[in-house]
């Protein structure tokens, strides 16, 4: 079974619209962290927002904000004012545990275009 | 700045060479990673080290070896080029607990 699930393969959207990316995970590790990451066309990934499972505050970066329903084990992205710069790939991923060597598992990825 | 160096952004090899790809941090992290990333699969864990000597096998380690003989340097080797192992390679490096992985810039590898 997948662990992380995007199901948006590409969106299109107006600048300065919000835009939504899903995610959803499946773990029964009651200790997990979720990661979302942007990859330009230029292929870099970029760290954009993380979210701890103990967290009690949704967390969020400057325009970037993690909608994170723990009870429906979802962690969606939200853009804020979008600009023609978010236009690139978005993974989310999910590390499971508290010890050892963190390992990622990642989505399929949604490619987000923003249009003028 | 955290800075992970992979050796290429592009290379191109023929099928049974053996190919090597390296990646070197700057950040004295324990944990490093190495991902292929095919189009629709997202990224894949091939092998990850947590420390000098150490390696554990990812989701995919089939067809592919590491090697960390220094702490800053973590390589992948491919020890018999296939056509399917044509990919884009990211290495990543991870420090605490909550820490984000930080990522090279890839190697989009072709194999004829």
């Known amino acids: 079974a997948q662990k992380i699930t995007q199901t948006q393969p590409g969106m299109f959207v107006q600048e300065k619209e919000a835009v939504t990316l899903d995610c959803t995970y499946d773990t029964s590790d009651p200790s997990y962290g979720l990661f979302w990451y942007k990859q330009p066309s230029s292929g870099e990934m970029i760290f954009l927002i993380y979210?701890?499972?103990?967290?009690?505050q949704n967390a969020t970066e400057g325009r970037y904000s993690l909608n994170f329903q723990k009870a429906r084990k979802s962690a969606n992205l939200v853009i804020s004012a979008s600009q023609l710069g978010d236009s690139a790939m978005y993974f989310c991923?999910?590390?499971?545990?508290?010890?050892?060597?963190?390992?990622?598992?990642f989505g399929q990825g949604t490619r987000l275009t923003i249009n003028p | 700045d955290v800075k992970v160096t992979q050796s290429s952004r592009y290379l191109v090899k023929r099928t049974g060479e053996k190919v090597f790809l390296e990646c070197v941090q700057d950040m004295d992290h324990e944990n490093m990673f190495w991902y292929r990333q095919d189009p629709g699969l997202g990224l894949r864990l091939i092998y990850f080290?947590?420390?000098?000597?150490?390696?554990e096998k990812g989701d995919i380690p089939e067809g592919y070896s590491v090697s960390r003989e220094k702490k800053e340097r973590f390589s992948l080797i491919l020890e018999s080029a296939s056509t399917n192992q044509t990919s884009m390679y990211l290495c990543?490096?991870?420090?605490?607990?909550?820490?984000?992985?930080?990522f090279g810039d890839g190697t989009r590898l072709s194999i004829l």
């Open positions: 991923a999910m590390r499971e545990g508290s010890i050892g060597a963190q390992k990622l598992v």
């Open positions: 990543g490096i991870q420090g605490a607990l909550g820490q984000p992985q930080h």
């Open positions: 080290s947590y420390d000098v000597k150490m390696k």
């Open positions: 979210q701890g499972s103990y967290d009690q």
